[in-house]
């Protein structure tokens, strides 16, 4: 029976697609880091993360038995991708689960903040009665800047434009623009337009320090800074000094350079000095109906890999999508390094073992190739095991059709 460590708390949906098809879940409320981490995951086949727990090369090295990570979030910065395809293990994350949760809070805050509603808040709970509209706005007829046109992007631009407006987007890739948005060239040329910078990139490492001092200091006066996307993208200390000189009106933080691994430990940010900025503990995605969607797909994609060998929308995987032919009763799912010559050689190897191969399927992405062969004969133990023992093994797994 497949064992799954879940931890920081994933979404009970994950159990319905986990349990009923016989797998073991084990949760672990909050996140483990290092040793703590390798030591909880011997015995385990998968593991299931958020974003706090970092699944460094070390880890990966020290659990050979894991087959699959799960990242229940969008972002898969926390672990290390490419150790985990040179040791065979597949990481799936939830893309777009939690688009709509993060657009809405970014709706949530542009609007908070542009009428000033943190500071108003914090008068009232300190027995304040302070009615003014001074410096209270609409965003009807604002500029909203657009850093990183993807998924969440392109629907806070829908939604924005719905509220009335002007929308302007910067992103490094080809993007099309959507309703009246307007693509700029530039950081350059969108922040002194900007009544309003929302950040919407990935976690990349070469985007760490994207949004740094220079940055900052370009944007427009009295503008509002919005970043939802990753602790280590913007330098914090820089908008504290503009937000402390008036020049920026405010800003919204759900994520931060250090964050604590568990519930109820001490946060500390230069920011929380501040009534004008709205802070959030990196709960974007975390809505209900997202956190029970994000915990469905995740899962579904983990189990099709361990019980069919899918590939489907892994991040480090070559995808193989098919499910295993009619006649066949037996799987031969090969992960290996991409050289010349794999297909033939996998062929040669189960000819001469005298397998009847139903289909192959065959992919590769650099250095990592991944191929599935289906058989309907009894299984070649001695193919197998020359598979496994030559130069291009990664891994092989062997699936039975009723897994």
Request: aromatic share 6%.
């Amino acid at each position: 029976m497949a064992r799954i460590l879940l931890l920081e708390n994933p979404h009970e949906s994950a159990n319905k697609v986990f349990e009923p098809a016989g797998v073991e879940v084990v949760r672990i409320k909050g996140a483990l880091q290092g040793k703590d981490l390798i030591d909880a995951l011997q015995g385990f086949d998968m593991v299931g993360i958020r974003s706090k727990t970092n699944i460094t090369k070390e880890v990966i090295e020290q659990c050979p038995q894991l087959r699959a990570i799960g990242c229940y979030c969008i972002g898969t910065n926390q672990v290390d991708l490419d150790a985990a395809a040179q040791h065979g293990i597949a990481v799936f994350n939830a893309p777009y689960s939690n688009t709509r949760s993060v657009v809405e809070l970014a709706v949530c805050e542009m609007i908070s903040l542009t009428r000033h509603l943190p500071e108003r808040n914090h008068d009232m709970h300190s027995n304040k009665w302070l009615k003014s509209a001074s410096g209270a706005h609409e965003v009807r007829g604002k500029t909203l800047g657009i850093i990183g046109y993807g998924s969440i992007g392109t629907q806070l631009s829908v939604i924005a434009e719905a509220l009335g407006m002007h929308v302007i987007f910067y992103d490094v890739a080809e993007k099309l623009a959507i309703g009246n948005a307007k693509r700029v060239r530039s950081l350059d040329e969108l922040l002194p337009q900007a009544d309003i910078v929302s950040i919407h990139i990935d976690g990349r490492p070469s985007n760490h320090g994207f949004f740094g001092r220079d940055e900052v200091m370009k944007m427009k006066k009295g503008a509002i800074l919005l970043n939802l996307a990753r602790g280590f993208l913007v330098d914090v200390d820089a908008v504290v000094e503009r937000l402390k000189d008036g020049s920026l009106s405010g800003a919204g933080f759900d994520v931060f350079p250090s964050e604590p691994n568990a519930n109820g430990e001490p946060f500390e940010s230069p920011l929380t000095e501040l009534n004008n900025v709205i802070l959030t503990p990196h709960i974007g995605g975390s809505t209900l109906e997202a956190q029970e969607s994000i915990g469905y797909f995740v899962a579904s994609k983990m189990l099709a890999y361990w019980r069919k060998g899918s590939t489907e929308l892994s991040v480090n995987i070559p995808h193989i999508e098919s499910a295993p032919s009619k006649n066949s009763l037996y799987r031969i799912a090969w992960i290996h390094r991409n050289t010349p010559g794999a297909l033939a050689k996998v062929n040669r190897i189960f000819a001469d073992a005298g397998a009847n191969i139903n289909t192959q399927s065959l992919a590769t992405e650099g250095e990592i190739g991944y191929m599935v062969t289906d058989i309907s004969s009894s299984l070649p133990e001695d193919a197998v095991a020359t598979l496994e023992s030559s130069e291009q093994n990664i891994r092989v797994r062997v699936l039975k059709k009723d897994n």
